[in-house]
């Protein structure tokens, strides 16, 4: 399975982004997915958790980016979405995403990560 996203870029603070990841696998098929992540990085820390959205729908947040982040997913497209908004310097990070519990066509069931997206928000 591959986790592909888009949406990372510059802007400025004040501003909004919208990431999308999508999954694919090049030979077989996604029949599940269980809860989707947004993560992110920044260099010389450990990863953290900004949103989850479960295969039921239900969302939670980091303190830091709730009331200004918002996680949604397409479960027909394999696609899970953070809108950004209100981005402040501190959002500044590589974001990645990650998906719980794929059930495929190739076997048990895993996780898989994205290759991350580069945010960067100026002052």
């Known amino acids: 399975v591959q986790l592909v996203e888009s949406g990372g870029g510059s802007v400025q603070a004040g501003g909004s982004l919208r990431l999308s990841c999508a999954a694919s696998?090049?030979?077989?098929?996604?029949?599940?997915?269980?809860?989707m992540r947004w993560y992110r990085q920044t260099p010389g820390k450990q990863r953290e958790e900004v949103a989850m959205?479960?295969?039921?729908?239900?969302?939670d947040y980091a303190a830091s980016v709730k009331g200004r982040f918002a996680i949604s997913r397409d479960n027909a497209k394999k696609t899970v979405y953070l809108q950004m908004n209100n981005l402040k310097t501190e959002d500044t990070a590589v974001y990645y995403c990650?998906?719980?519990?794929?059930?495929?066509?190739?076997?048990?069931?895993?996780?898989?990560w994205g290759q991350g997206t580069q945010v960067t928000v100026s002052s």
């Open positions: 959205i479960s295969s039921g729908g239900d969302v």
């Open positions: 696998l090049s030979s077989g098929v996604i029949f599940t997915i269980g809860d």
């Open positions: 990650k998906m719980d519990r794929l059930g495929t066509s190739r076997g048990p069931r895993f996780d898989a």
